[in-house]
């Protein structure tokens, strides 16, 4: 009562056939995963370009608090100058 040549191979083919269900679900584990990461890269990138506009409309919005800024100060400097002009007087 010895072990046959087909009882060996069954085993082997049993064995392959394990082995490659593991690395099937390895893999399969790994694209999931990675999916998942690019998923979430995805969605980051779209985060990261929403704060891009606001931080564009933000520079403009502030551009134009700087002009009218500089605008106010110069006229409050030429009423400065006409007032010391007259309290000299």
Sequence with gaps: MGVTE?????????????????????AKTFAENILHEIRKLDRRK????????DDADNRTAHSKIFDKLDNHEGRIAKVEALTDGDAGK
């Design 6 to 26: 087909l009882e060996v191979t069954n085993v082997l083919l049993g064995l392959i056939s394990g082995l490659i269900g593991i690395l099937i679900w390895v």
């Design 46 to 53: 779209a985060e990261c370009i929403g704060q891009f506009a």
